[in-house]
């Protein structure tokens, strides 16, 4: 059993910079894919950014590429995820997730799921 808690969604004003942290449990975080994503009200979630179980590789989405970050440090077993250049688009609520030895983009394919933090860009 793989338990996540994200932290560090705030307030902040267009152009502004934020990073998310999400913890996990457990001895081999180290292969899982860890993944982030967002759900607006009213909106579909949507797939933010991954890093790949045992690699270096990172994957993001079109909207958040050139202006996030995600990275991992395996020795402390938290993904996080650095947001700049944020824009009102990006308010939602930010889940992290994690997947076990397989390379998925897709939330139906993530079994664990922290609890969210809710990230607001004030225009």
């Known amino acids: 059993q793989v338990q996540l808690v994200e932290s560090g969604g705030e307030l902040v004003q267009t152009g502004g910079s934020l990073m998310l942290s999400c913890a996990a449990s457990?001895?081999?975080?180290?292969?899982?894919?860890m993944g982030w994503f967002r759900q607006a009200p009213g909106k579909e979630r949507e797939f933010v950014a991954t890093?790949?179980?045992?690699?270096?590789?990172?994957y993001y989405a079109d909207s958040v590429k050139g202006r996030f970050t995600i990275s991992r440090d395996n020795a402390k077993n938290t993904v996080y995820l650095q947001m700049n250049s944020l824009k009102p688009e990006d308010t939602a609520v930010y889940y992290c997730?994690?997947?076990?030895?397989?390379?998925?983009?897709?939330?139906?394919?993530?079994?664990?799921w922290g609890q969210g933090t809710q990230v607001t860009v004030s225009s």
């Open positions: 997730g994690a997947v076990f030895r397989r390379t998925s983009t897709m939330w139906r394919d993530f079994a664990y």
């Open positions: 457990g001895r081999t975080f180290s292969d899982y894919t």
């Open positions: 890093a790949k179980w045992r690699s270096t590789s990172t």
